[in-house]
């Protein structure tokens, strides 16, 4: 199923089992990123941060997992290592870049995974697989160690089947991490945005529950957003790989999305700064009075794998997700169970810092939906 890249055994711990995603350095192993580009490149030689604090909170690591070729797509696709089945919903693709890190925790291989999310790398696939994924505030967790080095966009987070094992994988992997308890009623900002009308009503149903609070909100800078995070995410890519281009060892799609990114304007990373600050702004006036915001993490439901394996491609897959890596606020994914058979997830937004809060709502979310949770449900506030 080419979910895992590379099976070992680090660590003592039975109780916790984890998988990293392979842009991320493990000790004595290549970090290949899905790329033959680095197929041949010396092996690491020593932890990144991430996994040295993981495995110094006594998981055991299996493995390093599949991902979208250098961390550069939302299909999952990867024509040098394979493509993972999605496990859940095996008609669509897994999402990416984070695909193997979301394969690898729906079938429960994994306790949790660790993946990386500049546009939305590790919530597209959670929600395209069915399961929890979270980005965490960003510089929260250090990005020591990771592939690529630079970035101002990209986090480091985890994937599980449910929200406490999610909660518990960022226990492992940042020590500040406290889970809260909330014996309130949850206020949240539903935020008024257009995708596929049956991803909205499966929401809204997911929201109707008595210890809610809701209201509507917009941001008005959203597609600004939308569009500065994209063009900043491929002129850092192009800083970073662009020497790779033409050499025969990238895909197909990597290797045109190089091209096209070697044509973007150097001012984008000053004007993306202007738009960041607007719309950091706008997303904290938004949390005033409310706990989190609220939205679908997907517009529209994933291509199906035939059409990812042909070469098709939907960057829009990432418009709700993609501007909060630009803001940097902590956004988590939460999966809804539901008669379509189709893949659909929900989105909760947090103010910066306040991680523990958006993991704790989303816990409450999953038991009162009943969404891969073995919680008692404790809503009655």
């Known amino acids: 199923m080419c979910v895992f890249t590379k099976k070992f055994e680090i660590g003592t711990n039975t109780q916790l089992v984890a998988g990293i995603k392979d842009n991320i350095d493990v000790a004595g192993f290549v970090t290949e990123a899905g790329s033959k580009a680095f197929s041949h490149n010396t092996s ?3 932890h990144a941060d ?9 998981v055991k690591l299996v493995g390093k997992l599949n991902m979208h ?16 089945v999605n496990y859940l919903y095996p008609e669509y693709i897994p999402g990416g870049s984070s695909s193997g890190c979301a394969v690898a925790v729906a079938e429960m291989t994994v306790d949790f995974s660790i993946g990386t999310d500049t546009g939305g790398s590790i919530r597209v696939p959670a929600a395209c697989c069915g399961v929890f994924g979270f980005k965490p505030t960003f510089g929260r967790v250090s990005r020591k160690g ?18 406490e094992d999610l909660i518990k994988g960022m226990q492992c992997i940042d020590p500040t991490f406290a889970p809260i308890s909330i014996d309130r009623p949850i206020k949240l900002a539903r935020l008024d945005v257009a995708p596929d009308s049956l991803i909205n009503q499966l929401v809204d149903k997911a929201l109707n529950q008595s210890f809610i609070e809701l209201r509507t909100t917009t941001l008005a800078g959203l597609n600004d957003a939308f569009d500065a995070a994209l063009k900043l995410m491929n002129f850092e890519m192009w800083q970073t790989f662009g020497h790779l281009l033409n050499t025969g060892k990238l895909g197909s799609d990597i290797e045109s999305r190089l091209l096209a990114a070697s044509q973007i304007n150097p001012n984008i990373a000053s004007e993306a700064e202007v ?11 938004a949390l005033k009075g409310v706990d989190a915001l609220v939205l679908p993490t997907l517009p529209s439901f994933p291509l199906k794998r035939v059409d990812g394996l042909e070469g098709k491609n939907d960057l829009n897959i990432s418009f709700l997700t993609r501007p909060f890596n630009l803001s940097g606020h902590p956004a988590i994914t939460i999966p809804l169970k539901n008669e379509l058979g189709k893949p659909v997830g929900m989105q909760l937004v947090g103010a910066k810092g306040n991680d523990e809060l958006i993991c704790e709502i989303a816990k409450k979310l999953s038991c009162s939906n009943n969404i891969n949770t073995e919680c008692v449900e404790k809503n009655d506030v």
Do not use: I, W
């Open 275 to 285: 738009v960041r600050a607007h719309f950091s702004q706008q997303v904290d006036d």
């Open 44 to 46: 690491a030689t020593k």
């Open 146 to 163: 990771v592939v690529p080095a630079e970035s101002t966009l990209d986090c480091v987070g985890p994937l599980a089947f449910s929200a």
């Open 50 to 58: 991430v996994v040295a604090t993981m495995l110094a909170s006594g």
């Open 69 to 84: 070729e250098l961390a550069y797509g939302m299909t999952g696709v990867n024509s040098y290592l394979g493509t993972p």
